[in-house]
Every structure is written in C-alpha cells, then in structure tokens.
C-alpha cells in the first residue's frame, strides 16, 4: 500500500500539476480532499480544489516542472522535497508576466484515505525565491513596479 501512495504522490505531481491534464483529478483526488497548503486559502473541499490551484499555476506559470528530490513513506503518508521550475508567462499578484525562469524547492505531504486517492495535502513553499527570480520582488523588499 505504501509504495501504491508513493505512486500516486509522483503521479498527481506529473498528471496534474506539472502537464495541467485534469481528466484523472477524480481518479487521484478524494472528495473530501482539503489542501492546507499556505497559499491555497479559501479552497472548496474535493477535487474542485486542486483543479483551481492546477489552473492558476498553469495561468501564471509556463514550463512548469516538479522534480522529486527525496520522498519518504509510511502508513497513509507521502513527503517529498521537491523543486519546481518554470517560466512566469502569466500574470501573477497582479503584475504582467515577466518571462523570468525560477527554480525554487518546496516540501510536500500527502496524506491518502483507504481508498488510495489523496485526502490532505500540505505545503511548505519558498515563495520569497519564487518572486526574487521572477523579478516581482526588489533588492530592497519591495514589490517590482
């Protein structure tokens, strides 16, 4: 069962949130799925949720790759450090695309429910590299503009 989870893990990471195909988000994605990721607020419940973080990523982000770095298993749980690079092609907090390249690490837990698909994700992003290398984010703290 563990190695199904890791499975999983790597496939909703390269399905849906690196190639944007939503066609299996209910295959992979229970639906009392909650995403505590910090960034994800306000999310419904479900496979809804990661349809709209797929779509944003996909509306602001080009190129968008998530390389799994390590990955430790056990019982119903999945962490993974990864890295996920990618071009700003889109807007993104306001601001037009600048069409920098970004390569930031993130660490990610899923947790899966009896039926093998995900339940709960959280997240630790490094959302302050993201905007320095995308140029959103100034030397002296500001915002770019």
């Given at each position: 069962?563990?190695?199904?989870?890791?499975?999983?893990?790597?496939?909703?990471?390269?399905?849906?949130?690196?190639?944007?195909?939503?066609?299996?988000?209910?295959?992979?994605?229970?639906?009392?799925?909650?995403?505590?990721?910090?960034?994800?607020?306000?999310?419904?419940?479900?496979?809804?949720?990661?349809?709209?973080?797929v779509e944003s990523l996909h509306r602001s982000f080009g190129d968008l790759r998530f390389a799994?770095?390590?990955?430790?298993?056990?019982?119903?749980?999945?962490?993974?450090?990864?890295?996920?690079?990618?071009?700003?092609?889109?807007?993104?907090?306001?601001?037009?695309?600048?069409?920098?390249?970004?390569?930031?690490?993130?660490?990610?837990?899923?947790?899966?429910?009896?039926?093998?698909?995900?339940?709960?994700?959280?997240?630790?992003?490094?959302?302050?590299?993201?905007?320095?290398?995308?140029?959103?984010?100034?030397?002296?703290?500001?915002?770019?503009?």
């Amino acid at each position: 069962m563990v190695e199904d989870h890791r499975l999983a893990a790597r496939r909703a990471l390269e399905e849906l949130y690196e190639r944007g195909d939503l066609k299996r988000v209910d295959d992979l994605v229970h639906p009392d799925f909650y995403d505590d990721e910090p960034g994800h607020p306000d999310l419904p419940r479900g496979p809804e949720a990661v349809r709209r973080v797929v779509e944003s990523l996909h509306r602001s982000f080009g190129d968008l790759r998530f390389a799994v770095e390590d990955e430790i298993a056990e019982g119903a749980k999945v962490v993974q450090r990864v890295t996920m690079s990618g071009r700003q092609s889109g807007p993104m907090l306001g601001h037009e695309p600048t069409g920098a390249g970004f390569s930031v690490r993130h660490i990610y837990i899923w947790e899966f429910a009896d039926d093998g698909r995900i339940l709960r994700h959280w997240g630790a992003r490094d959302d302050m590299r993201l905007l320095e290398q995308t140029g959103l984010r100034g030397e002296d703290g500001g915002g770019a503009g």
